[in-house]
């Protein structure tokens, strides 16, 4: 597999977090805190949410073992932004510095209930992607049930726009 599939898409995941972000921080506190019957209550938890995910799969494939007690998610909105970020920048980093990685490698794991898992890298790559882009959608969802225009968070607007910076460049 070629690493710079993996690249791409975790770069599209720091664009999409950007966005969310983003359109977050232009949000009310009461729009932003608001429970709308999401699977992780309103936009606020969903977000910390996506970052917790982000956060442990990370983890994982250092090999830290850790708890879910160990987790800490930002409760301010400036801040999980921050430490978002920074941790999508490490997930680019992780996958860029290893070009030559073998991506069927297997990482082995426990969830928190205690179950063992083993994972191809390049599942669980595309796993965070993906599972960023289910929740995005959420998100994208709960902003136009607040009446806020959401933004684009599709992949092929991420595309498009690497494209037309291309073109420029």
Known sequence: MDTRIFVVHLAYKQWQTRKLLAAAMDLPPEVY??????????????????????????????????TRADIVIPEGLAELGEAWLKLTEEWVRWVAANPDRDWNEKITYTQFSGQQFSSPLWQVVLHV????????????????????????????????????QSAVA
Not at 39 to 66: E, M, N, P
Not at 140 to 164: C, K, N, S
């Open 33 to 66: 805190e608001q429970p709308r019957g999401s699977s992780h209550g309103g936009i606020k938890g969903t977000l910390q949410h996506i970052y917790g995910a982000d956060f442990v799969w990370f983890q994982r494939l250092q090999g830290i073992s850790f």
């Open 129 to 164: 992607v993906n599972h960023g882009t289910l929740h995005a959608g959420q998100v994208v969802a709960m902003l136009r049930q607040a009446g806020i225009a959401p933004p684009q968070t599709d992949l092929i607007f991420f595309y498009r726009e690497q494209d037309a």
